[in-house]
């Protein structure tokens, strides 16, 4: 069964940056894509940041264009953001997501890491 260990994170001060790492562990069935998404305090949705699909296409949410950059390994199990020129409101737990394999009746469904605590001080 895939597991998303999720590393990095932490607190700075706007300007600053960080790099977060999630890697997929175990057998992958369900394809390589993998994206980051993020919540607020007070929200109960969590917000597309960045990711990338089984062929490689890179998308950002407008609000981190520029300053975000994610890449992937030559095995597709890990997706690394770059995160650069930080804000306040990058103040979030990051989630990275990709597809795990449920197995009662054999089908892909989302997968969530346990999130990482990202502070941006203003």
């Known amino acids: 069964q895939v597991r998303m260990e999720e590393s990095g994170g932490g607190s700075t001060q706007a300007g600053g940056a960080l790099r977060l790492s999630c890697e997929a562990t175990?057998?992958?069935?369900?394809?390589?894509?993998m994206s980051w998404y993020r919540q607020v305090v007070g929200k109960e949705e969590r917000d597309f940041v960045s990711?990338?699909?089984?062929?490689?296409?890179?998308t950002y949410a407008d609000s981190v264009k520029g300053r975000f950059t994610i890449s992937q390994d030559d095995s597709k199990k890990t997706l690394y953001p770059q995160m650069n020129d930080l804000e306040h409101d990058d103040t979030a737990m990051y989630y990275c997501?990709?597809?795990?394999?449920?197995?009662?009746?054999?089908?892909?469904?989302?997968?969530w890491g346990q999130g990482i605590q990202v502070t941006v001080s203003p």
């Open positions: 175990g057998y992958i069935y369900c394809g390589h894509a």
């Open positions: 997501k990709m597809a795990i394999w449920f197995p009662p009746g054999g089908h892909c469904i989302p997968g």
């Open positions: 990711g990338i699909d089984a062929n490689g296409t890179v």
